[in-house]
């Protein structure tokens, strides 16, 4: 292989170019219709699974949320009307000198 000099010229030819061109663009068009065709599948089994739920998810959500709500409102209560005061089994023993 011949070195190149200072101020010679590199021409590349245009047909191995317009071809690799092509089928990158030609790669690029396949990839994207399978991502359509997956994509579009995973969103319809995705429809299809919650309309064979039984309950659907935002149903589930709202009855957790009040479920979590009534939860804390008890605990909260819990903790309010408990007092200050220690059980007697918690209490530590008493030193008598």
Request: proline share 6%.
């Amino acid at each position: 292989m011949a070195s190149l000099e200072a101020n010679e010229k590199v021409e590349f030819e245009s047909g191995p170019l317009i071809a690799g061109s092509v089928l990158v663009g030609v790669g690029g068009l396949l990839a994207f219709i399978g991502f359509v065709i997956g994509g579009l599948h995973a969103v319809n089994q995705a429809i299809r699974w919650f309309a064979s739920m039984e309950n659907p998810p935002n149903a589930v959500a709202k009855t957790k949320w009040s479920q979590l709500l009534a939860a804390g409102a008890a605990g909260a209560n819990a903790w309010k009307d408990s007092g200050t005061s220690v059980p007697a089994h918690d209490r530590p023993p008493a030193r008598h000198s």
